[in-house]
């Protein structure tokens, strides 16, 4: 999404699951390992599917977000478009004439 929008994604964050054909987060395999890693790399917020929580939640030093949409995560990792629009020339400030 972050390549086909030009959005860059928040680097302060890990994320993990698998997203079904429908956008549905599902879980994964090896979360706390992941998790534990994201922790070593300086990652303070973690991404994760609902049904992996219980898995994950005993792990200190780590702000857990469950989510079951992958919508829900776009929503929260996407930065904000902060890219120059190029401005067509038909709409160019032209030169004061005169002096």
């Known amino acids: 999404v972050s390549a086909m929008t030009g959005q860059m994604v928040d680097g302060s964050v890990a994320i993990t699951g698998e997203i079904g054909v429908q956008g549905k987060v599902r879980p994964v395999g090896g ?3 992941k998790v534990e890693a994201a922790r070593r790399a300086g990652i303070r917020e973690v991404y994760l599917p609902e049904e992996n929580l219980p898995e994950a939640a005993h792990l200190q ?11 829900e995560v776009l929503q929260s990792v996407l930065l904000p478009d902060t890219s120059v629009q ?8 032209l030169p004061v004439q005169g002096n």
């Open 61 to 71: 030093g780590i702000v857990f977000r469950p989510v079951s949409r992958v919508q």
């Open 31 to 33: 979360v706390p390992e």
């Open 86 to 93: 190029e401005v067509p020339l038909e709409e160019e400030i």
